[in-house]
């Protein structure tokens, strides 16, 4: 920063020298903000805690198994490991199954014309079929009620008046004498020069 000394009668030593310490003093102070870190050590501390947290979560749960494993013998370990893969499969079975309920809510909403988020569909899919193709149909049916009602609602209101100034004529119209103004009255008048059939 430069400053600009506005006292021209000053005492020339008083005034450099305050001068400078401003100077530096605002250097200073650019420096710490700008030495000031995104993050605090308290803020480092709680990620990295959180961070720690769930490694360890994820190590005690495989410790743990490796405990439950370590106590059974082989027929109970084949068990286990038979339990575990079946449960593995049914997460995939539904998540495979919502998913095609997904495909198929969607392509419905597409043939009624409606466009939703992946996150507000799912609300109305489940692995059941019926149930999610009567979601979908509710859904679908209060939506378009719902925008109908509100376009109907919008277009409420007076309806212009079609065409002329009541009182105005043919003649009014032409003896108006500035062109610009006549052109525009023609046109909103236009039924009044509209030949008749």
């Known amino acids: 920063m430069y400053f600009i000394n506005l ?3 000053a005492e020339e030593g008083e005034s450099v020298e305050q001068n400078q310490n401003e ?12 030495s000031k870190a995104k993050y605090t ?33 082989e027929r109970e370990k084949a068990e286990y490991e038979r339990d575990k893969l079946k449960k593995e ?13 997904k495909k198929t809510a969607r392509e419905i909403l597409e043939k009624k014309s409606i466009n939703i988020s992946d996150n507000l569909l799912s609300m109305f899919v489940s692995t059941d ?6 979601a979908v149909e ?16 919008r277009l409420k209101g007076n309806t212009p008046k079609a065409g002329s100034v009541p009182g105005i004529t043919k ?27």
């Not at 100077?23 to 700008?34: A, F, L, Q, S």
């Not at 709680?46 to 979560?57: A, T």
């Not at 859904?139 to 109907?152: A, G, R």
């Open 89 to 101: 499969l049914e997460e995939y079975k539904n998540k495979e199954k919502l998913s095609q309920m």
């Open 23 to 34: 100077i530096t003093k605002e250097e200073k102070n650019e420096e710490v903000k700008e």
């Open 171 to 197: 003649e009014d119209i032409f003896k108006i004498k500035d062109r610009n103004l006549r052109q525009k009255k023609i046109r909103e008048n236009i039924n009044l020069f509209e030949k008749e059939r």
């Open 129 to 134: 079929a019926e149930g999610t193709k009567k």
């Open 7 to 9: 006292q021209k009668f």
């Open 41 to 73: 050590d308290e803020d480092l501390d709680r990620i990295i805690n959180k961070k720690f947290e769930k490694w360890q979560r994820g190590k005690d749960k495989e410790v743990d198994e490796a405990k439950k494993l370590a106590q059974m013998n």
């Open 138 to 153: 509710d859904f679908s049916k209060m939506f378009t009620s719902t925008v109908e009602e509100e376009v109907t609602k």
